[in-house]
T-cell receptor
Framework: KQEVTQIPAALSVPEGENLVLNCSFTDSAIYNLQWFRQDPGKGLTSLLLIQSSQREQTSGRLNASLDKSSGRSTLYIAASQPGDSATYLCAVSQGGSEKLVFGKGMKLTVNP | GAVVSQHPSRVICKSGTSVKIECRSLDFQATTMFWYRQFPKQSLMLMATSNEGSKATYEQGVEKDKFLINHASLTLSTLTVTSAHPEDSSFYIC?????????????FGPGTRLTVL
């Protein structure tokens, strides 16, 4: 059974710091991995999707890497801003039409 | 493109009543829709997967007679929480998949906050 872990559960940092969010999964037979952002009481916003054959993806200040063999992914946020404050969720799937297995998320607070 | 809506966004009901939540793919036809549930400080957990015109497949531990899922068309799926109890209070999110849009991912609705008094 696939399990996804995100540690720590929460992080509070001053504005401007570069951040690394970690995600690990137990079954390396994944199709892809996604990072989502969730604002309080809201739905999910997809940030980055990495295919199992890829090593990393970048979008603006965000960079996500994937090491499938070791079951790990990291989300790097450069020059954090208060607007980055949200919960970040990592999820893996075994196919586009298959269910996503989510981690519990990491609540990020960026202080001005 | 690939917009998914949910209605209502928030609902409060009395214990013992039933509540219906709608999930619509607004600009595409979804061959598969998923229903997830999120308790406070917990991850999203899949409740069931539904394909248009067929019965939903429920995850282990999810009562199919309590959580009725109907996927009547390629753009609409409904989740009915029957005889709701306070422990059913949660955030319910649906997602939709269409290989015509992307074979890689699902598109999520904004979620429905259910509070059972």
């Amino acid at each position: 059974k696939q399990e996804v872990t995100q540690i720590p559960a929460a992080l509070s940092v001053p504005e401007g710091e570069n951040l690394v969010l970690n995600c690990s999964f137990t079954d390396s037979a994944i199709y892809n991995l996604q990072w989502f952002r969730q604002d309080p009481g809201k739905g999910l916003t997809s940030l980055l999707l990495i295919q199992s054959s890829q090593r990393e993806q970048t979008s603006g200040r965000l960079n996500a890497s994937l090491d499938k063999s070791s079951g790990r992914s990291t989300l790097y946020i450069a020059a954090s801003q208060p607007g980055d404050s949200a919960t970040y969720l990592c999820a893996v799937s075994q196919g586009g039409s298959e269910k996503l297995v989510f981690g519990k998320g990491m609540k990020l607070t960026v202080n001005p | 493109g690939a917009v998914v809506s949910q209605h209502p966004s928030r609902v409060i009901c009395k214990s013992g009543t039933s509540v219906k939540i709608e999930c619509r793919s607004l600009d595409f036809q979804a061959t598969t829709m998923f229903w997830y549930r999120q308790f406070p400080k917990q991850s999203l957990m899949l409740m069931a997967t539904s394909n248009e015109g067929s019965k939903a497949t429920y995850e282990q531990g999810v009562e199919k007679d309590k959580f009725l899922i109907n996927h009547a068309s390629l753009t609409l799926s409904t989740l009915t929480v029957t005889s709701a109890h306070p422990e059913d209070s949660s955030f319910y999110i649906c997602s939709a998949f269409s290989p015509d849009i992307s074979t890689d991912t699902q598109y999520f609705g904004p979620g429905t906050r259910l509070t059972v008094l």
